[in-house]
């Protein structure tokens, strides 16, 4: 028999609102004790998790793992190195791949392929239109068969309003939803940079938040005329925020995601030039990120999502205009979540509660929890230890991050994924 003690943890657990020194027995990937005291014995493996947080492990409802087509930035095994040693065990893929998954067969292979992984439980999102163009919807029911998790067109908006209006009734009829990377490519354009101070004193292209703002207001519109629901990705705006109160409020069914670099990172990351700071939809400002983690706190934002986009080296050397947008994210949610709960926007049942519970019930997955019954699917993580983001320690096949040689605090050490260790740091 395979038997794991964890030892001396503070167990946090929003599905059983636990937050409490707790020993855990895990018997053959099953949790089989939780108690204040289980006495170690020799054919057990003994983790010592004094100073640690135990938790649900995570969920990250939005990565793109470049699998098929541009493997040489990330592909489903290194994606799902860099899942586990975030403290997650379920992603799902983007389909802006080459080619798009619009196709069942394509949904079929992304589950297959991070099935013969076995790290993480890896599930794609399938495009709204076909190869993403916006002109012509998918086959949403069949995509949905094969295992589809949710629709969108993620790396771009879905510009005609009629088109998304039809994907929301569509999505919402199959019990699904859509989900919508809200950019007017109008307004736009050619920015690199959010408009604003920042982009005047360097000369960066501007891109003005009202680009994002727009196709918000119009999304939350079709969701409550249609009563269907929709899912904002990486709200990055304090008027989208704003916009989403006044959408929940009237009873729309919308939903949003925020991710760690929005939170946590402004338009300043450009002063030293590189491109590393650019994502879609941009960094923003002081007053935006203010807002964003309020309405995380408050529920106005429901989760995190990481918007993990790896991108080669040489891709992010090329000048601004030409320079793909993203930026890597699945192992800082949780440090840059806890420097939030250090700075009491909220508390570290919220913290797991937005990394793991509220992003598993949004796509229907019975939330990871520590319960007797339950086979392990936990983090265990010091919420105080520091460590430099760099090379060695990033884990994706792609290191564009502004936080390159920077420290962060909060460390996953062991990720268990259907009972077994999956991460053990070393
Ligand atoms: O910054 C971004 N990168 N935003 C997107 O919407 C797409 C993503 C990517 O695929 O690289
Ligand atoms: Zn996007
Ligand atoms: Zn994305």
């Given amino acids: 028999m395979d038997i794991v003690l964890i030892k001396n943890g503070f167990v946090v657990d929003p599905m059983t609102n636990t937050k409490k020194k707790l020993d855990i027995l895990i018997e053959n990937g099953k949790i089989t004790k939780i108690e204040e005291n289980i006495k170690p014995f020799p054919s057990a493996k003994l983790i010592d998790a004094t100073d640690c947080i135990v938790s649900p492990s995570f969920v990250d409802i939005h990565v793109h793992f470049r699998d098929p087509g541009q493997t040489y930035k990330e592909d489903i095994y290194t994606g799902s190195l860099a899942a586990v040693a975030g403290g997650y065990t379920t ?66 908006p879905v510009e005609n309003s009629h088109i998304m209006r039809v994907a929301m009734e569509y999505a919402g009829s199959l019990g699904s939803f859509v989900a919508d990377h809200c950019e007017d490519l109008n307004l736009s354009k050619d920015g690199v940079a959010n408009e604003g101070e920042i982009s ?57 995601e925020v991710t760690p670099h929005h939170l946590y990172l402004t338009d300043e990351e450009w002063l ?31 989760f995190i999502a990481t918007d993990h986009a790896p991108h080669a080296h040489h891709e992010k050397l090329l000048e601004h205009q030409h320079c793909p947008p993203g930026m890597i994210g699945l192992q800082f949610a949780l440090p840059i979540t806890l420097e939030l709960v250090r700075k009491d926007y909220f508390d570290i049942k919220r913290a797991i509660e937005v990394l793991s519970t509220k992003p598993a019930e949004k796509i229907g997955l019975k939330p990871p929890s520590i319960s007797v019954g339950e086979e392990a699917e936990i983090t265990i993580f010091n919420p105080s230890e520091e460590w430099e983001v760099n090379e060695e320690s990033i884990k ?3 290191k564009n991050t502004p936080l390159l040689n920077r420290k962060l605090i909060g460390k996953v050490k062991y990720t268990f994924y259907k009972g077994k260790i999956v991460y053990e740091d070393k």
């Avoid at 009202?210 to 990055?236: F, K, Q, W």
């Fill in 91 to 156: 992603v799902v893929c983007m389909p802006n791949t080459q080619p798009a998954l619009d196709e069942p067969s394509l949904i079929r292979y992304v589950i297959e392929k991070g099935e013969e992984v076995g790290l993480c439980r890896v599930l794609p999102a399938a495009a709204i239109t076909k190869g993403r163009k916006g002109k012509e919807l998918t086959e949403m029911a069949l995509l949905k068969d094969a295992g589809a998790v949710y629709f969108t067109d993620d790396g771009s």
């Fill in 272 to 302: 030293d030039f590189s491109c590393n700071a650019k994502v879609s939809p941009p960094l923003r400002t002081h007053e935006d990120i203010e807002a964003l983690r309020w309405a995380l706190a408050s529920g106005i934002i429901d």
């Fill in 396 to 398: 994706s096949k792609s």
């Fill in 200 to 256: 005047a004193s360097l000369g960066l292209p501007p891109l003005p938040p009202e680009a994002e703002d727009v196709m918000v207001a119009r999304d939350c519109i079709l969701a409550l005329n249609t009563g269907m629901p929709v899912h904002i990705c990486h709200v990055s705006t304090k008027t989208a925020v704003e916009t989403i109160v006044w959408a929940k409020a009237l009873g729309a069914h919308v939903t949003a």
